[in-house]
């Protein structure tokens, strides 16, 4: 997360108009660049919106970032009339949240900063929230969540909930550039998107650059805790659905290596309550919870809840009701430019925290294992040298 503000401070820096200024407590929301002037293009956009009035600001009006008309413009004698609720500078359709929020910092009151804290959490999507939902989770009134919308550039929330919809597409269908019609702001043309080694390049980029925003957005307390539920509880369910299953098949897979009694919740037959009904006080259900979600997940959770079951959660979004569920939880990012959904982040996680339980326990791992292998030389299941088992598990 952190590259992309620090591209988007360097594109303000080179086109600054004085040496630029800091926005204050900006370290609080995990950033920590300074934020330039407003860019010198932007004096031509501002005459030209507000005519006169802004001629008579100077420069002066300048050295802060417009958001609402004449509230906004700091050390201003006579500030522009004109500028309308939701009009600011540099800021059009395409231009994302997580950007506008720094870009405004400076002119945003205690409770809405409250409301910018929540909206910048790793993985936070606003598009499945109402805005009374959404006031309500950040503890401000729905007043401050009207102005706060208008003040980084919207109408108010709907348009940017709409537009931010717009900008990531949920289904692989709203991702695939349609035949003859124009892409969406924010998207380039299906003829213009890299081909054959550029395009795999590319690809590549993409990954590495998910797998460093994973370092970023999970701590190593937060592994640590989800070691110690995994381990310590004396049976684990493991929840995925949709394309979360194959996540929960990867690490059951592992984790049983590991430790014993450790099921699929979600198996092939589909027959999840049957299994949720052997779940105990004290066991623990690990549920994956990524695009696109399905709605039989919070049902399932709160089953596991009234049976005071623990629950760790990995999911690609910080905030929502399946985190309020959840004793722990682990976000992962799923950036949205791809065709389809990219787990790359959460394959990792899951394989980082299976050689974490190997390292704090390894004296019961090493016994669970050789167990194991003497399975496998007693059943000569896995092909070896010479037609013997072979101490691969």
């Not at 919308?149 to 929330?157: M, N, S, V, W």
């Not at 292998?373 to 598990?393: F, K, M, V, W, Y």
Request: aromatic letters at 6%; proline letters at 5%.
């Amino acid at each position: 997360m952190c590259k992309a503000y620090a591209s988007f401070a360097a594109k303000l820096a080179s086109n600054v108009l004085g040496s630029g200024i800091r926005v204050p407590n900006i370290d609080r929301i995990g950033i920590n660049i300074p934020v330039g002037d407003v860019l010198k293009s932007d004096a031509g956009r501002l005459e030209r919106s507000c005519g006169a009035a802004s001629k008579r600001c100077g420069l002066q009006a300048l050295r802060t970032f417009p958001v609402r008309g004449r509230s906004s413009m700091r050390r201003c004698r006579r500030p522009c009339r004109r500028m309308k609720p939701g009009q600011c500078m540099n800021m059009d359709d395409a231009t994302p949240l997580q950007q506008r929020i720094p870009a405004h910092w400076d002119g945003l009151s205690a409770s809405e900063r409250k409301l910018a804290h929540l909206l910048m959490q790793p993985g936070f999507s606003l598009t499945g929230f109402q805005a009374a939902e959404l006031a309500a989770l950040a503890e401000v009134s729905r007043a401050c969540t009207a102005r706060f919308f208008q003040k980084i550039g919207y109408e108010g929330f709907h348009q940017a909930r709409r537009l931010e919809r717009d900008l990531s597409g949920n289904s692989p269908l709203e991702r695939t550039p349609a035949a003859g019609k124009p892409p969406a702001k924010g998207r380039r043309r299906a003829a213009d998107a890299p081909r054959g080694a550029q395009a795999w390049q590319e690809h590549t980029r993409a990954q590495k650059e998910q797998l460093d925003d994973l370092h970023g957005a999970v701590g190593a307390t937060q592994i640590d805790a989800a070691v110690g539920l995994l381990f310590k509880a004396p049976r684990v369910y493991v929840l995925g659905l949709r394309a979360s299953h194959v996540l929960a098949t990867y690490a059951q897979a592992l984790w049983l290596q590991l430790r014993h009694d450790v099921h699929l919740l979600g198996d092939a037959a589909a027959r999840p309550s049957e299994l949720l009904s052997q779940v105990r006080p004290g066991d623990l259900l690990v549920a994956f919870d990524f695009r696109r979600r399905s709605s039989q997940l919070l049902p399932l959770m709160r089953a596991a809840a009234r049976r005071e079951a623990r629950q760790l959660l990995v999911s690609d979004t910080a905030i929502s009701d399946a985190v309020k569920l959840a004793d722990a939880s682990l976000c992962c990012p799923n950036p949205r430019h791809y065709l389809f959904d990219s787990h790359i982040a959460a394959f990792s996680l899951i394989h980082f925290v299976s050689t974490q339980i190997a390292a704090r326990y390894p004296q019961q791992v090493r016994r669970r294992l050789a167990d194991i292998e003497d399975l496998h030389n007693q059943l000569a299941d896995i092909e070896g040298p010479r037609g013997a088992a072979s101490t691969r598990t």
